[in-house]
Structures are given as C-alpha cells and as structure tokens.
C-alpha cells in the first residue's frame, strides 16, 4: 500500500513565492499546506525561527530570494538560520524566484507571446531577473500583457498592476519545474529537498 502524500507547510515573501511553493511541492507528489508570510522579506526573518520550531515536529519548506544581499546563498543561510529542525528545506531562490520562471524559456516564451530567443538561457547569473521578466513583457504582442506586466510610464513603479496575478497564472498552468531545473541549480536544490523531505521525514535535509 502506498503511503498517503505528506502535507507540507511553508513561508514565503509574497504571493508570486506562494504559487511556486505550492507548484513545487505538487511536483514532487506532496500535498501543499498553509503558506504563511507574505508580507515580505523582513517579515519573513523575523519569523525564521518559529517556523523553524513547527519543523520540528512536521515538514515545512521556507522560501526567499537572495536578491543583493549576499554573494551567494550559504551566508544567507548562515545568517538567518544556524540550525534547521529535521524537517525544515530553507531553500534560496538565486537571485529571485523570477529566475526559476525564466529559465523554463520556452513555456515563458509561449506565455509571454514572444520569441524564445529572447529569454535569457542563465537567469541565475542576472542581478534582476524581475526586472528581466518585465522587460521581456514590453515585448508581448499581446496588448493586455504589457498593460498588466509593465509598469505605466510615471507610476514609480517597478511592476505592473496586475504583475502578481499574470506571474501566478504562469506557474500554476505552464511552467515546468523539471525543465526550468536545468537552468537553475538553486530551483534543482529545492526540489531534491522537497523530494527527500516528502519520500522519507527521516533523512529529510536541513539547509543543504
């Protein structure tokens, strides 16, 4: 008899984290549970530690983006979390989460309406994948698109207004996490982690 699917909590920085979380953890054959955060990455530190506590007992997944503050993720790791419960995947989105959309190229492509020779084949290497996801927006031939991705001119904004919801739209029926690991070793890391997590709690990783 197979085992039931094991729930797995998470904490994330915003809303686009939620969906890809849950993505994540249906890929690998778990169940998605609550997802708490979401109110940004400040938030989310401060919280660290007892989302940590609830690992103890049961499986959690907490996800942030790298973005500029460090070089690379371990210290980001070091500084936030010295010793991870049995069943917790802290896992680092480098430099964004962005950078595991994009490097699904050709679903981005196909979403997007624009060519796939236009999407960035390293994401990781790029210091603003969100920025690089906008950009390849201006481009849509699809008008709705861009008045949704791209920023209006004069708005001081870095996003459009309904960025958020078009990006869910992506990685809830489109994007391809199998695919978009072979682009992105840190997206690659969190789904090895997610896999031991759900296929055994009892060797299921800490932060590596």
Request: aromatic share 6%; hydrophobic share 40%; proline share 8%.
């Given at each position: 008899m197979m085992p039931p699917p094991v729930l797995v909590s998470a904490a994330v920085e915003?809303?686009?984290?939620?969906?890809?979380v849950q993505r994540l953890?249906?890929?690998v054959g778990g169940v998605p549970?609550?997802?708490?955060?979401?109110?940004?990455?400040?938030?989310?530190?401060?919280?660290?530690r007892g989302?940590?506590?609830?690992?103890?007992?049961?499986?959690?997944?907490?996800?942030v983006d790298l973005n500029g503050e460090y070089d690379c993720a371990p210290p980001l790791r070091s500084a936030w979390l010295?010793?991870?419960?049995?069943?917790?995947?802290?896992?680092?989105?480098?430099?964004e989460v962005e950078a595991w959309l994009l490097a699904d190229h050709e679903s981005l492509a196909h979403f997007l309406r624009i060519a796939?020779?236009?999407?960035?084949?390293?994401?990781?290497?790029?210091?603003?994948?969100?920025?690089?996801?906008?950009?390849?927006?201006?481009?849509?031939?699809?008008?709705?698109m861009r008045e949704d991705m791209v920023p209006r001119e004069g708005s001081g904004r870095s996003i459009g207004?309904?960025?958020p919801s078009r990006v869910i739209e992506f990685v809830r029926?489109?994007?391809r996490p199998d695919v978009a690991a072979r682009q992105a070793d840190s997206l690659q890391r969190a789904i090895a982690c997610l896999r031991r997590l759900t296929g055994g709690l009892q060797d299921a990783p800490r932060t590596g």
């Open positions: 915003g809303l686009v984290d939620e969906a890809v953890i249906d890929h549970g609550p997802v708490y955060g979401k109110n940004g990455k400040t938030a989310l530190r401060s919280r660290v989302y940590n506590n609830a690992a103890q007992r049961a499986p959690w997944i907490v996800l010295r010793d991870a419960a049995p069943h917790l995947c802290f896992r680092v989105a480098v430099r796939a020779a236009r999407v960035p084949r390293q994401p990781e290497t790029l210091d603003d994948p969100k920025r690089a996801l906008v950009d390849l927006a201006r481009t849509s031939r699809l008008r709705a207004p309904a960025y029926n489109q994007w």
